[in-house]
């Protein structure tokens, strides 16, 4: 990179609740968008609220995986009310990523960050990797059948 090129900020949001290879695939195709990722870790209670069960991890250890994960540059643990905008602004990005599964029109989504007073792009990552390895309730109800009777 060369010097004065302002370092392109990519920001993804989502729940990464017990951490699978679609996890993995997602993060790094966000990453490969610019040169810092960003991530908000959805609070226990937008995760209670949206789909509908308790986190099987805590917010914060959740965001201590993806601290440890070599893609990710800084983690951030969202507010339970849903986008924080505050947060997004402070965070500045140049792109939101959003996950094949996630349920935002990115149009929509960016003119809410417009709104907000946030310029920045918003690219949906396609499915890379399209598995019941790769969904947190498949790999939860997989435990269950697995291991209790």
């Known amino acids: 990179m060369g010097e004065g090129r302002k370092k392109i900020r990519v ?17 790094s195709q ?7 990722l ?8 937008t995760v209670r ?27 951030y643990i969202g507010s339970p009310g849903g ?6 602004r402070k965070i500045d990005p140049d792109i939101v990523a959003i996950g094949p599964d996630q349920a935002f029109s990115c149009e ?9 007073g946030i310029e920045a792009d918003v ?3 396609p499915y890379l990797y399209k598995s019941d390895r790769a969904k947190t309730s498949k790999i939860i109800q997989r435990i269950i ?3 209790c009777d």
Not at 18 to 26: A, D, E, S
């Open 83 to 88: 986008i924080d905008y505050e947060l997004v």
């Open 49 to 75: 609220r949206q789909k509908r069960r308790e986190p099987v991890n805590s917010a914060e250890d959740r965001a201590e995986l993806l601290r440890a994960l070599s893609v990710v540059d800084e983690v």
């Open 123 to 125: 690219i949906r990552i």
């Open 11 to 27: 920001l993804v949001g989502g729940v990464f609740d017990i951490l699978h290879v679609g996890h993995i695939h997602f993060l």
């Open 145 to 147: 059948e697995t291991y």
């Open 38 to 45: 960003v991530v908000i870790v959805a609070h226990d209670e």
């Open 108 to 116: 929509r989504l960016k003119e809410e960050l417009r709104r907000h």
């Open 30 to 36: 966000a990453k490969a968008l610019g040169d810092e």
